[in-house]
């Protein structure tokens, strides 16, 4: 989702903390994909199907709350 009119908005906050900030769609693959937490090209279809995820360390939504 590249072009302005598709891009997604995707926010995050640490687990032990409910201060959402937004993330970018490289960053989020990055902290998602890239540390293990989901097989490379599974994060952002599970985030977009279920709404939310989580990693070890962090939530990612769709909406800036739980």
């Given at each position: ?28 693959i ?12 599974t ?24």
């Amino acid at each position: 989702m590249t072009n302005n009119k598709n891009t997604i908005k995707i926010y995050k906050t640490y687990v032990d903390k409910e201060q959402w900030f937004e993330v970018t769609e490289k960053q989020f693959i990055s902290q998602t994909e890239g540390r293990g937490a989901y097989k490379k090209g599974t994060a952002l279809f599970t985030l977009l199907d279920v709404g939310i995820i989580r990693t070890d360390f962090a939530y990612f939504s769709l909406t800036p709350k739980f």
